[in-house]
């Protein structure tokens, strides 16, 4: 079986979002699967995706105090047309990656205990943002 949907979500702040409910709400699909593998694209190069910890909210927070200081906007780039937060926000957005991959057993995402889905948004003001949810499985 393979089902395909297109979602947008957002806009978010700035910052690391938790998504895991709503792309599994967005595929009822999963449930009915014995084994599979949901990808999760996002078409856009300011934001990313990543996988992390979904409990404590201090860790989203770390993790953008984290990227500010790997890309900060302090640099001296070139690409700077679309405001200073642009530029670190395609630097980031590569170092994260628009991809996941995501196994599926038994009929649910098989994230472990305390992992979740991240929508990475690195623009001061994004606009909604779009995802590309892919499943392929076996029935069972």
Not at 54 to 77: C, G, K, Q, W
Request: glycine share 8%.
């Amino acid at each position: 079986m393979w089902v395909q949907k297109q979602v947008s979500v957002g806009p978010f702040r700035r910052g690391f979002h938790l998504i895991t409910d709503r792309v599994v709400r967005e595929l009822p699909e999963i449930g009915s699967l014995r084994v599979g593998v949901l990808q999760v694209f996002i078409q856009h190069t300011s934001a990313s995706l990543t996988i992390n910890e979904n409990a404590d909210p201090d860790v989203r927070v770390d993790f953008e105090t984290v990227m500010n200081h790997v890309v900060p906007e302090s640099l001296r780039y070139i690409h700077t047309i679309e405001g200073p937060d642009d530029m670190p926000a395609h630097v980031k957005a590569s170092l994260l990656g628009p991809n996941l991959s995501i196994p599926i057993s038994a009929g649910r995402l098989a994230l472990g205990t305390w992992q979740g889905i991240y929508l990475c948004e690195h623009r001061d003001a994004a606009t909604q943002r779009r995802l590309v949810l892919t499943v392929q499985g076996e029935p069972g």
